[in-house]
């Protein structure tokens, strides 16, 4: 007994020989048919994931969105559900749509309707042009509201009123016109052979003499005013089509407004301003004879000191003569009557 149970069995002799030699796997044979088969048998196993596109996911999302409406049935506890509501979302291109058609719709009711049709034109700024005679040639009563250009008023105005230096048109809706006019100040009243012609402001535009006007001065003369380098007849300017007008053009350079004011403030003052086609602006020296100075006041001092030698010369001599012509500073004459 004591030697049998000395003596080590099989499996012990394996167990102890597994822990001192290392495990050795089998060696994987190396055939081509069994790897290509085994690579099958790997790619069949391989699972493949659903891709969701964001359309289907959006529409899944307004399928779950949707409102459920609920109509009690009169039963304690019970009601009854109804089909579920859509929620509506609107894009921007249909927004954007939908504004553009109400726009046309209202254009074509505002140029349809008689609400929208002008009743009143408020006219304000005028002194001396009759309110009456600017509705009468606008003829705004009756016009679509919408079919009313400000700028096309404005244009209108100055055009048929050269006595109206500015104008500002405004639309009050829904059929109101607001009209703000300003008048030219005349500075000049123009007397061709001792008869009124019009009047010229400070920028050189003449106009038609309305109501009285206390600041002109009056200047008698024998002709038109001297116009400016370039200017051309309303009647001659040349227009690109039938639908534009000729541009209102001063009648007379400013300086030449401004020369005669500042000898307005030389001459006598019980001697009439003269222009005269030949010599320029004057006037009637209180010894009988008139003289004239040019049509600008350059050098005005030096022929005013010139004039007053040349008048000392004619008393010494006891000379009458009709016309002394100033205009030239350094080739002064005098005319005798004949």
């Known amino acids: 007994m004591a030697s049998g149970s000395n003596r080590n069995t099989r499996a012990d002799e394996v167990r102890a020989r597994r822990k001192i030699e290392p ?8 055939n081509p048919s069994v790897r290509v088969s085994r ?3 790997n790619a069949s196993r391989v699972v493949s ?7 289907q996911y959006t ?7 949707r409102s459920r ?3 009690p049935t009169g039963t304690p506890g019970s009601e009854v559900r109804l089909p579920a509501l859509p929620q509506l979302r609107l894009s921007w291109r249909l927004l954007s749509g939908l504004i553009a058609v109400g726009m046309l719709v209202l254009l074509f009711m505002m140029g349809t309707s008689t609400a929208f049709a002008v009743d009143q034109v408020n006219l304000s700024g005028g002194i001396r042009v009759p309110a009456e005679e600017i509705s009468q040639k606008l003829d ?6 919408i079919s009313v250009i400000p700028s096309e008023i404005e244009n209108q105005i100055l055009e048929a009123f050269p006595d109206i230096k500015a104008v500002d048109v405004k639309v009050q809706m829904p059929a109101g016109v607001e009209i703000v006019i300003q008048e030219r100040i005349p500075a000049l009243l123009w007397l061709k052979n001792e008869e009124i012609v019009y009047w010229i402001d400070q920028d050189g535009y003449a106009f038609t003499v309305r109501g009285e006007a206390t600041l002109p001065i009056r200047v008698y003369a024998n002709s ?4 400016p380098l370039g200017w051309v007849a309303p009647e001659l300017q040349l227009v690109a089509n039938e639908t534009e007008t000729a541009a209102v053009l001063p009648l007379v350079d400013p300086a030449f407004v401004i020369t005669v004011q500042k000898l307005n403030g030389i001459k006598p003052p019980e001697s009439p301003m003269l222009y005269d086609e030949e010599n320029g602006l004057g006037w009637v020296d209180p010894h009988g004879w008139q003289v004239f100075f040019g049509d600008d006041d350059e050098n005005i001092d030096m022929k005013l000191l010139e004039y007053a030698r040349v008048v000392e010369t ?6 009458q003569p009709v016309l002394i012509s100033m205009e030239f500073l350094h080739a002064p004459y005098y005319r005798l009557e004949h």
């Open 49 to 55: 994931r659903r891709s969701y596109t964001s359309t």
């Open 140 to 145: 705004l009563q009756g016009e679509s509201i």
């Open 314 to 319: 004619i008393l010494d001599r006891n000379l």
């Open 224 to 227: 038109e005013p001297p116009h």
């Open 23 to 30: 495990a050795r796997r089998k060696p994987i044979p190396s």
């Open 59 to 65: 529409r899944s999302a307004a399928t779950r969105n």
């Open 39 to 41: 690579d099958a048998q």
């Open 69 to 71: 409406v609920y109509m």
